[in-house]
């Protein structure tokens, strides 16, 4: 990494972290920016774990543990579906994690399960560590964080190649991988179509939708169980929810009912995207805790206007 002074490249230092709680405090600090997650509680005890940071993704409605490793000689992998099990085999005390530290409550079924993942955080991981996560579906996510001089912190994921599936591993009786998978999924973007029973017409529109969306600048796709989100780095542009005949789109405009430093946001506290929509094609949509706008997409002809609807949103990241 370098820093441009005049015509000259000036080298940027890492000057890294002196203890794993360091890394701890600037995630759990900034969640919200980091990875659009709710904090919930720090060094959670429950079993025979202890669980770094728990957080709250209010979009999927799901847990999310984080795990910080200043070392790189632990396996992520054994250390991950441990950890899942847990929160699989101990619902209620998670909820009641979340209802004694937040104003909303939540019951069993306000949470999708399915959708549970860990993020494990570390200034690097090893070659062996990478390659035992290298699966299409493994329900984790590596993160590399670097700290350079200047105060700048940087996030990289480590993106699975594979296109192998790790339930292949968890074959047999008493395997914990398979145990955990037979309720965690993680979804590629062709599940997600399958899933919706996308027809064929609609699926063209998308890629065609998806091609053109993926010539603008650190754009990329993440699928979940009912929609594929487009993202600008940590940030969604748009969520794409499938239906046979359609994709309805959704941009959101601000969230609001949750907690902060104390506090619930209000709606009328937040600065709200405003959409310049000339056609007047999109409509507004809100519950208690976002605002959106959105379209139903159903023919390639008006991708054109929507792109430039997207655009918006996008420079607005």
Same mark, same amino acid.
Request: include cysteine; charged fraction near 35%; glycine fraction near 4%.
């Given at each position: 990494?370098?820093?441009?002074?005049?015509?000259?490249?000036?080298?940027?230092?890492?000057?890294?972290?002196?203890?794993?709680?360091?890394?701890?405090?600037?995630?759990?600090?900034?969640?919200?920016?980091?990875?659009?997650?709710?904090?919930?509680?720090?060094?959670?005890?429950?079993?025979?774990?202890?669980?770094?940071?728990?957080?709250?993704?209010?979009?999927?409605?799901?847990?999310?543990?984080?795990?910080?490793?200043?070392?790189?000689?632990?396996?992520v992998i054994d250390q991950g579906y441990a950890y899942l099990s847990t929160m699989l085999n101990n619902k209620a005390e998670f909820i009641l994690e979340y209802n004694e530290r937040?104003?909303?409550?939540?019951?069993?079924?306000?949470?999708?399960?399915?959708?549970?993942?860990?993020?494990?955080?570390?200034?690097?991981?090893?070659?062996?560590?990478?390659?035992?996560?290298?699966?299409?579906?493994?329900?984790?996510?590596?993160?590399?964080?670097?700290?350079?001089?200047?105060?700048?912190?940087?996030?990289?994921?480590? /993106?699975?190649? $594979?296109?192998?599936?790790?339930?292949? =591993?968890?074959? +047999? %009786?008493?395997?914990?991988?398979? &145990?955990?998978?037979?309720?965690?999924?993680?979804?590629?973007?062709?599940?997600?179509?399958?899933?919706?029973?996308?027809?064929?017409?609609?699926?063209?529109?998308?890629?065609?939708?998806?091609?053109?969306?993926?010539?603008?600048?650190?754009?990329?796709?993440?699928?979940?169980?009912?929609?594929?989100?487009?993202?600008?780095?940590?940030?969604?542009?748009?969520?794409?929810?499938?239906?046979?005949?359609?994709?309805? /789109?959704?941009? $959101?405009?601000?969230?609001?009912?949750? =907690?902060?430093? +104390? %506090?619930?946001?209000?709606?009328? &506290?937040?600065?709200?995207?405003?959409?310049?929509?000339?056609?007047?094609?999109?409509?507004?949509?809100?519950?208690?805790?976002?605002?959106?706008?959105?379209?139903?997409?159903?023919?390639?002809?008006?991708?054109?206007?929507?792109?430039?609807?997207?655009?918006?949103?996008?420079?607005?990241?």
């Amino acid at each position: 990494m370098y820093r441009l002074k005049g015509s000259a490249l000036e080298t940027v230092n890492n000057e890294g972290f002196s203890l794993e709680k360091n890394i701890q405090e600037i995630v759990e600090s900034n969640l919200e920016s980091l990875f659009d997650l709710e904090f919930v509680a720090t060094e959670l005890s429950i079993s025979e774990f202890r669980f770094d940071s728990l957080a709250f993704d209010r979009e999927s409605r799901s847990f999310v543990i984080i795990e910080y490793k200043k070392k790189s000689s632990s396996s992520v992998i054994d250390q991950g579906y441990a950890y899942l099990s847990t929160m699989l085999n101990n619902k209620a005390e998670f909820i009641l994690e979340y209802n004694e530290r937040k104003s909303e409550s939540l019951k069993r079924e306000d949470v999708d399960w399915s959708q549970s993942r860990i993020l494990f955080i570390s200034p690097s991981f090893t070659s062996y560590q990478k390659n035992s996560v290298n699966f299409k579906d493994v329900p984790f996510e590596l993160w590399e964080i670097k700290r350079f001089s200047g105060d700048i912190i940087c996030l990289d994921q480590i /993106t699975p190649s $594979s296109k192998e599936s790790i339930q292949q =591993k968890g074959k +047999g %009786k008493d395997n914990i991988i398979g &145990d955990v998978g037979k309720e965690v999924v993680v979804f590629s973007e062709d599940d997600t179509l399958r899933k919706k029973n996308v027809g064929e017409g609609i699926k063209e529109v998308y890629y065609t939708l998806r091609e053109r969306l993926s010539e603008w600048e650190d754009v990329r796709f993440g699928a979940k169980k009912n929609y594929i989100a487009a993202w600008k780095n940590k940030r969604v542009v748009a969520y794409f929810i499938f239906r046979k005949s359609y994709i309805r /789109t959704h941009v $959101s405009r601000g969230f609001f009912g949750k =907690k902060k430093d +104390g %506090k619930v946001i209000r709606k009328e &506290d937040i600065k709200l995207f405003m959409l310049d929509d000339p056609k007047k094609m999109f409509n507004t949509w809100e519950n208690d805790y976002k605002s959106v706008y959105s379209y139903d997409l159903k023919r390639t002809g008006d991708i054109d206007y929507l792109l430039l609807m997207l655009k918006q949103k996008y420079d607005s990241i």
